[in-house]
């Protein structure tokens, strides 16, 4: 059975709502200490900017409530926001000190507002009462050009703020060239502080996500001139609420439904996908929307909507897989390699298609797949193992269809190979610790026998 991971406690704090600012059947005084933290966790929780504390609207409904309410400032607000967030780092970083392992994600993100660019570290653990944990570390920003070795400094001293550079179980990455260097220069910092696991085979962990995404975004550009007319149309038609207005018009008319085109983000295939989906259901509706809108010239002929289809057709399988490994409040180690597997199933399939677009989108495909999936990526397949529904019998299904024959049966060693390693390195580990707690049960036990001697002894002599 799946494990069952229970959901993160809710993060409101308990000391603010127990014991209640004001109970109407206790004698209780109205703490404004306490309210100014409740706000400030508000602000926090949905976003909210500063200043909202100061809206005539928000200090009328806090009168109404309680008379004694104390209007504050945006800048007290931002300060007891700040203290509401030191209070909790110094909570996690409490609660971050009994466990032993901890996996490093960071992605580079891009502030609209700013127009500058940062690094998000989160970590990934099992707490004590084995639930699946996440929690956001820092952002960090980090300037062009990003070097590996800046890139890795800005990681370590992250994790030294947090006590936690001995701790790190491996760091997962998109295949950017720089990332490469980084994660060799924090392989190097942490293998002199401590061993990584299975000789470090372990430590770099390539996000799968970011591959897929490479893949399609490869065959999107082989198919471009089939996807560019929807593509205009949806632009053509979100450009003016009136033009909108109409193209719901229609959709009402036809009984279609009430859901609206989806432009696509150049940088995330799955959105190509959305409006591709999106459309299709709407493909009545762009003819009629032509005779409304004389100057829409746009319009995808039937052929053009029929290969459409068959790109969804495959994109479907993407999504499908994509949403499945995407999950961070789950374990999704081990459905990595049955979900490859499937991506590799439908690439072979549509490579001998009888369209020509089809064939030319799923070389392109299948090219990035062996070029990123030709090293056997062993985090991945250790975690199906251990997946008492899969174990060995996964990998001689997948590895067959995934790598040839002599590469698949020299990988299926390896993956052995490291299986008894891990397993012996933990029995290391684990005889290790329990040395250490009887020497110093020993040690209690000599100690309190010594001591009873002693006042036995003194006992006799009196």
Request: include cysteine.
């Given at each position: 059975m799946t494990l069952n991971f229970q959901p993160v406690d809710s993060s409101v704090d308990v000391d603010i709502v127990s014991p209640p600012l004001l109970d109407p059947t206790i004698a209780a005084k109205y703490d404004h200490s306490k309210m100014r933290k409740a706000i400030a966790h508000w602000v926090?929780?949905?976003?909210?900017?500063?200043?909202?504390?100061?809206?005539?609207?928000?200090?009328?409904?806090?009168?109404?409530?309680?008379?004694?309410?104390?209007?504050?400032?945006?800048?007290?607000?931002k300060n007891d926001c700040i203290a509401v967030y030191d209070d909790q780092k110094k909570k996690l970083k409490n609660h971050l000190k009994g466990i032993s392992k901890i996996s490093i994600t960071t992605y580079l993100w891009k502030s609209q507002n700013q127009r500058i660019e940062y690094m998000v570290i989160t970590g990934h653990f099992v707490d004590a009462n084995w639930r699946l944990q996440k929690r956001v570390?820092?952002?960090?920003?980090?300037?062009?050009?990003?070097?590996?070795?800046?890139?890795?400094?800005?990681?370590?001293?992250?994790?030294?703020?947090?006590?936690?550079?001995?701790?790190?179980?491996?760091v997962?990455?998109?295949?950017?060239?720089?990332?490469?260097?980084?994660?060799?220069?924090?392989?190097?910092?942490?293998?002199?502080?401590?061993?990584?696991?299975?000789?470090?085979?372990?430590?770099?962990?390539?996000?799968?996500?970011?591959?897929?995404?490479?893949?399609?975004?490869?065959?999107?550009?082989?198919?471009?001139h089939i996807i560019e007319n929807v593509h205009e149309s949806v632009k053509y038609i979100n450009q003016y609420e009136a033009r909108k207005q109409t193209f719901s018009e229609i959709v009402q008319q036809l009984q279609l439904g009430t859901r609206k085109l989806v432009i696509d983000c150049p940088t995330h295939w799955n959105s190509t996908f959305e409006m591709l989906s999106c459309a299709l259901k709407f493909k009545d509706v762009f003819p009629r929307f032509q005779e409304r809108e004389p100057n829409y010239d746009y319009l995808p002929t039937?052929?053009?909507?029929?290969?459409?289809?068959?790109?969804?057709?495959?994109?479907?399988?993407?999504?499908?897989?994509?949403?499945?490994?995407?999950?961070?409040?789950y374990p999704t180690s081990?459905?990595?390699?049955?979900?490859?597997?499937?991506?590799?199933?439908?690439?072979?399939?549509?490579s001998m298609d009888e369209n020509d677009f089809i064939r030319g989108m799923v070389g392109k495909m299948k090219g990035k797949f062996d070029k990123y999936w030709g090293e056997c990526n062993l985090l991945m397949v250790v975690g199906s193992i251990l997946?008492?529904?899969?174990?060995?019998r996964l990998i001689e299904i997948c590895f067959p269809e995934i790598y040839s024959e002599a590469e698949a049966r020299n990988n299926i060693e390896q993956v052995l190979g490291a299986l008894y390693q891990l397993y012996n390195?933990?029995?290391?580990?684990?005889?290790?610790?329990?040395?250490?707690?009887?020497?110093?049960?020993?040690?209690s036990n000599r100690y309190s026998l010594s001591s009873s001697s002693n006042s036995q002894l003194s006992t006799s002599s009196v």
């Open positions: 926090l929780m949905h976003e909210h900017p500063f200043t909202v504390v100061e809206d005539e609207g928000f200090n009328f409904m806090m009168k109404m409530y309680n008379p004694a309410f104390e209007k504050i400032s945006r800048k007290t607000t570390f820092n952002f960090v920003h980090v300037s062009r050009p990003r070097r590996g070795v800046d890139i890795a400094d800005a990681i370590y001293k992250c994790l030294k703020e947090w006590d936690l550079e001995n701790k790190v179980f491996t997962s990455v998109d295949n950017a060239s720089y990332n490469d260097s980084c994660l060799r220069f924090l392989r190097e910092i942490f293998s002199r502080n401590k061993k990584l696991l299975c000789d470090e085979k372990l430590f770099h962990v390539r996000c799968c996500a970011h591959i897929l995404n490479l893949l399609v975004q490869d065959g999107l550009g082989e198919i471009g039937p052929e053009e909507w029929e290969k459409v289809e068959k790109v969804c057709e495959v994109l479907d399988v993407f999504n499908v897989v994509t949403n499945i490994i995407s999950g961070s409040d081990n459905l990595y390699l049955s979900e490859i597997y499937r991506v590799k199933e439908i690439l072979n399939l549509k997946d008492s529904r899969c174990k060995l390195e933990y029995v290391t580990a684990y005889n290790a610790s329990s040395e250490h707690s009887f020497t110093q049960e020993n040690s």
